[in-house]
């Protein structure tokens, strides 16, 4: 069964820079575009990134993204406590024939 | 402005049908290329890929749930409709629709609990 790993949770002061990591498979990132979401707490998801790297309207540029081989990463700059929220990447998957989340991760701004 | 709203049972016994339904605005599902999907989220845990329709009546299934899972669309209505059968309390969880690609546009979810 496919899995994407995600670290658990993460941590920044404002203004700081961290990035997320998303760990795959061939099934997975290595052959299919990542998409990441934002949830802040007690909220439905939010697109922030798709197409690997493309933010839809409205989603601020500190947000960004890449991909390489099986692994791909999320970046925020200039990072602000309403960043604070759970991360997710989703990859489509080929062994599940569907799209597949990330295990998440935690974001603490400090 | 598309939207998306999930209605149905907050509460079912165990072994019930779950019956979800996903009522949107702003887009068509005989549209080419479109798609809605369903996931969802336990209490404190990660969000999980159930089920997707496409606007040619194919379906998708999460495989380990592929035997519990129903997903029907009624594009008059702008509806999708998920079942699920043989519900269990570990199947507690928030319940999402959004619309596929990407999962562009989340409705705001429901809180399914399954208890006797």
């Known amino acids: 069964q496919s899995v994407l790993t995600q670290p658990p949770s993460a941590s920044g002061t404002p203004g700081q820079r961290v990035t997320i990591s998303c760990s795959g498979s061939s099934s997975n990132i290595g052959r299919n575009t990542v998409s990441w979401y934002q949830q802040l707490p007690g909220m439905a998801p939010k697109l922030l990134i798709y197409?690997?790297?493309q933010r839809p309207s409205g989603v601020p540029d500190r947000f960004s993204a890449s991909k390489s081989g099986t692994s791909a990463s999320l970046a925020i700059s200039g990072l602000q406590s309403e960043d604070e929220a759970d991360y997710y990447c989703a990859p489509w998957d080929d062994s599940l024939n569907g799209p597949l989340f990330g295990e998440g991760t935690k974001l603490t701004v400090l | 402005q598309i939207t998306l709203k999930e209605s149905g049972p907050t509460l079912v016994k165990p072994s019930q049908t779950l019956t979800l339904t996903c009522t949107f605005s702003?887009?068509?599902?005989?549209?080419?290329?479109?798609?809605v999907g369903w996931i969802r989220q336990p209490p404190g845990k990660a969000l999980e890929w159930l089920a997707l329709i496409y606007w040619d009546d194919s379906e998708h299934y999460s495989p380990s749930l592929k035997t519990r899972l129903t997903i029907t669309k009624d594009t008059s209505k702008n509806q999708v409709v998920l079942t699920m059968t043989n519900m269990d309390p570990v199947d507690t969880a928030t319940y999402y629709c959004?619309?596929?690609?990407?999962?562009?546009?989340w409705g705001q979810g429901i809180l399914v609990t399954v208890s006797s």
């Open positions: 959004a619309r596929y690609d990407y999962f562009d546009y």
């Open positions: 702003g887009f068509s599902l005989t549209t080419g290329g479109m798609s």
């Open positions: 197409n690997d790297n």
